[in-house]
């Protein structure tokens, strides 16, 4: 029972973080916040033929560029989002997670290296007075 | 003795559940690795496991909102702060996840219109996330070294030290 109320708790909360998302959508502001500053039809329904994402977006979504050209390079599989053959296990798939790991690797170092600088200077700290 | 033991195996389901979400959150990242279908009922798997970490630390959890605004220590209140932005950011690459969804809500016959707004939230809260992710770590970075040592790399203590374990009790 405790468990139950606690899970409802958790949920409760995260209704309202939906709730302030949903209402955040229903503004201008939120079509402001869009890469180029686009809203208007992009926020309230669909995509105009033949375009997805904006530039600034992450280039997984894209599946061609303003030229109709195929993405190129890491992306040439096709969009984020087009994995419904079942998904590409090749190189760039874990290339893209090692960068993800990588990225949380150097935040731990820089994040352990600055705690480890500040417990030495307060030690020497103590150890002068 | 027993509530040594219990306390060990609470470490050991914590840093279990907590690797499982480490890896699901590596591999929901990249929905090319997986196929769209499994990236949505993965990240719909992770959000459950999400309230089960929640769940584990609910001592903690309620215990430092009693005390947020009164005297608490530094690191206390970074670590909460930074865990409910955490929060709010897996709720909203769930939710927009959900409002996006190509597979998952499809196949249950549920479909929402397609909005460019929550593509963009989604890419964004989830770019957003693995910074969050690298924060959360390193402020536990201890805590996973010593679990990492203690169920990984010794998962077994050597047999003289059971022994002694066994004459205590």
């Known amino acids: ?129 | 003795m027993q509530l040594a033991r219990k306390k060990t195996s609470r470490t050991k389901i914590n840093f279990l559940i907590d690797l499982i979400i480490f890896i699901v959150f590596l591999v929901a990242m990249d929905p090319r690795l997986t196929g769209i279908a499994i990236h949505e009922w993965l990240s719909i798997a992770f959000g459950a496991t999400i309230i089960v970490h929640l769940l584990l630390h609910w001592q903690w959890l309620a215990a430092t909102t009693k005390r947020i605004f009164s005297k608490i220590a530094t690191q206390a209140r970074l670590n909460y702060i930074l865990n409910t932005l955490f929060f709010i950011d897996m709720t909203l690459i769930i939710f927009t996840g959900l409002m996006i969804s190509e597979a998952a809500l499809p196949s249950l016959g549920i479909r929402f219109q397609p909005n460019f707004f929550w593509r963009w939230l989604h890419s964004f809260s989830a770019d957003l996330g693995v910074y969050i992710l690298g924060l959360h770590v390193a402020l536990h970075w201890k805590w996973v070294v010593n679990a990492f040592k203690r169920y990984v790399l010794r998962p077994f203590p050597f047999p003289a030290i059971r022994l002694q374990k066994k004459v205590q009790a």
């Open chain 1, 1 to 129: 029972m405790k468990i139950i109320g606690r899970i409802l708790i958790i949920l409760a909360v995260a209704l309202i973080v939906v709730g302030a998302a949903y209402a955040f959508v229903q503004t201008d502001m939120a079509a402001q916040l869009l890469p180029g500053g686009r809203g208007g039809e992009f926020a309230e329904g669909g995509f105009p033929e033949g375009e997805h994402l904006d530039r600034g977006a992450r280039p997984e979504f894209q599946e061609g560029n303003f030229n109709g050209q195929p993405p190129q390079g890491e992306f040439m599989r096709g969009g984020r989002h087009d994995g419904r053959s079942g998904g590409t296990l090749g190189f760039f798939s874990f290339l893209s997670m090692g960068r993800h790991l990588l990225t949380i690797g150097v935040i731990v170092l820089v994040v352990v290296m600055i705690d480890w600088l500040s417990s030495r200077r307060k030690r020497r700290v103590r150890i002068a007075e």
